[in-house]
């Protein structure tokens, strides 16, 4: 079997050996006397042509007196010769001759072989020559015991002299040294026992480790191992190959090292853990320990300073988690290095290694100092320090860093911008959100806001309570699609918008068309921005509460309806869909009207409550209304039981929830009164008003809540055409209500000197705490609120 399957064209025998080449000899005469089976395959000619002529035939030109001189020769001698061939073609050959003399007798032996081989073969030889001598290529020698029987020149300089190796196992070269390819045994002996086993050659594996010339850095080689055979094809050991590739391999990590910085550094928009992600990055393979400085302002999302000496005031952070992190205090003297980075916005290198007579050995440390730059501000210093590398930073290196610290710094300073907004955003929210509820009568209330998480940024939630006229409550829920600034600048004027337009006592439905309409309007002129409200997406829930018969009413603009569970546990849910959200359609939107017990628990919250990445939407209403079964509990115990069953981890969402338990107005505190639209029923009025005071305890009010009553009724009987309602409610304020079947709002007006009339509803308003009309399907009701002393 070849040896060499796949190296049938190489020849390692010279093509004058005496296996290979041609040989003939010459007797005195130069007539031929010998010619051998290698010379007939080289020239074709058969012995029997041959021998006994002259050796001049086989000349392709006329020999001349050099043939007989070569012939005569007392020394070998070499030349070249053209010789013909027996099919008549010309071999260009080299040919020695050699003489011979025994006993007594002269002839000379002939040794030809072809030129072009012979040059061949020398090329060959030079070529191993120049592996063994010249190459920087390390080729070493082991036997089958793995133990070093040779190397070349580079293996010796590696090495700083091979012999004192040879005989000795190979894992004595490289003491400490490893493979760090993957996928093959970390142990030369291993691999290389494979090699001899096998006969499979293992290629282009990378090892890493000390040269006994450079023992001080370490070098990585691109090594290749190969079984060595004898002409039988026994094992005579193994051959390596290994290649210094110190300089690519460190430009390949740091290539790679960039492309990993390009996707950890300044992902998480959190300032901290920016730095923290510059020296994860950067550890081992560019310093031994990464340090990063930050002025506190720049922590807190604030403007970095500007105009202050470079180096004041910096915190250095510490830790990898946010359960590690904090910082510490530290400054720099104007002269030294870090300030002089700093001031001149460059990176400065110095060498920290100890000189000899400190105790520990030279050339051991540096340290490499880059500003941390922003659009043209100066955010910190990062800090590259090699301890255990004994090699400075190059300019490669230097570059890396430079390159490295301006990612970080533009992650560092997305992050403050981030927490800046985030901040802002947080403030403006917690301003706009209702810090209290006001106390009410109609209803018991408990809400929780727990917002999303601060990665997400901040939500546009919104909850309120509106006191109404007549004792009823306005409720309101809602929701703006995004998280940030503008999602709480926009939560804010919504929010603002439905408590201005739930004080003139529209009814929901009637409320979420003027809103819809406003979002609408709004969103046209940004449209192309993309931060309209409309492009945000708006969802809102308005309820109206009236305690005196349990009548609720709402409607929803793509929102959740409410789940309502009344006084014995029962929970309903709402079978009619929201309408469309507010400014993406025109349809209309309906009112839902429910007559509750008193006692009920409604619950309005947004979809963070009930909606996650992990559950839909319908099992988190489910989860909610399995709590409210319990609402016989306290709401603040029932609000905690709703929020624990929110998923664990944190929230991509805002979570509000608003739970009113509701409460009805006894008819002790309630007295109507029905009165025909004629002028002598105002005397009437007056008299009832002050009866039901009296019955009330509240006769020292009689004078002016009569006045109130006489006013109202005057007017109602002057322009309705139908019965007049009169209601007088007792709850936190004296309520007087006057109701008719006309459409027309009285106006406030100042009455002129010479004018007959025009004075009472001024009277009303000065008299009472506030007053006002609202709209219902059969006419108006004009109120007023008489403080209780």
Known sequence: MDRFPNAADVEFHSPLDLTKAAVAVL??????????????????????????????????????????????????????????CRDG?????????????????????????????????????????????ESSVGLTIYDTDMRVVWGNVSTDQELAGVAQYVGRPAADLFPEGEFISRHHPP??????????????????????????????????WSCSYHRLVDARGEPLGLFEESLDITDRYRAQERLSLLVRAGKRIGASLDVRRTAAELADVAVPQLADEVLVDLPPAVIEGRQPPTGSAPGHSLLRMHGRTPEEFRTSPVSYPPSSPQALSLATNRPVVIDTSPSPGEGFPAGRGSDLFVPLLARDAVLGLATFRRGNNPDPFGPEEQTLAVELAERAAVGIDNARRYTSQHAAALVLQRSLLPQHLPEQSAVEVAYRYLPADSRVGVGGDWFD????????????????????????????RLRATVRTLALLDLDPAELLTRLDGLVAQEAEPDAADGLSDKALGVTCLYAIYDPVGGRCVWASAGHPPPIVADAGGTVALSSLAPGPPLGVDSLPYENVELSLSDGSVMALFTDGVVEDRRTDIDSGIDRLAHVL??????????????????????????????????????TDRVADLRLPPEPAMVANARTDTERQLETWGLSELSFTAALVVSELVTNSIRYATGPVMLRLIKDRSLLCEVSDNAHTAPHLRRARRDDEGGRGLFLVAQMSQRWGTRYTASGKTIWAELAIP
Do not use: N
């Open 27 to 84: 007797d005195a005469e130069g007539r031929i006397s010998g010619w051998s089976t290698s010379a007939q395959r080289l020239l074709g000619h058969p012995p029997e042509e041959v021998l006994g002529r002259s050796a001049d035939r086989l000349l392709a030109t006329a020999p001349g007196p050099r043939l007989p001189a070569l012939c005569k020769t007392h020394r070998p001698r070499s030349t070249v010769l053209d010789l013909r």
């Open 89 to 133: 073609h010309t071999l260009r050959a080299a040919v020695t001759f050699a003489p011979l003399t025994h006993q007594g007798v002269a002839a000379t032996a002939v040794v030809a072989a072809d030129l072009v081989a012979l040059r061949g073969w020398e090329a060959q030889l030079a070529l191993l020559q120049g592996l063994a001598t």
């Open 187 to 220: 142990d030369e002996e291993q691999v290389m026992e494979q090699v001899l086993k096998t006969g499979e050659p293992v290629l282009g594996m990378h090892y890493r480790g000390r040269a006994p010339v450079d023992p001080v850095r370490e070098h990585v």
């Open 465 to 492: 309570l509106i006191p109404l006229s007549g004792a009823r409550v306005g409720l309101t829920v809602g929701d703006v699609v995004g998280h940030g600034v503008h999602a709480a600048a926009t939560m804010g």
């Open 629 to 666: 079964t319990w609402q016989r509990c306290p709401l603040e115990e029932l609000c905690d039981r709703a929020m624990s069953t929110l998923p664990p981890g944190p929230q991509a969402d805002d979570a509000t929830l608003l739970l009113v338990r509701t409460r009805r107005l006894g």
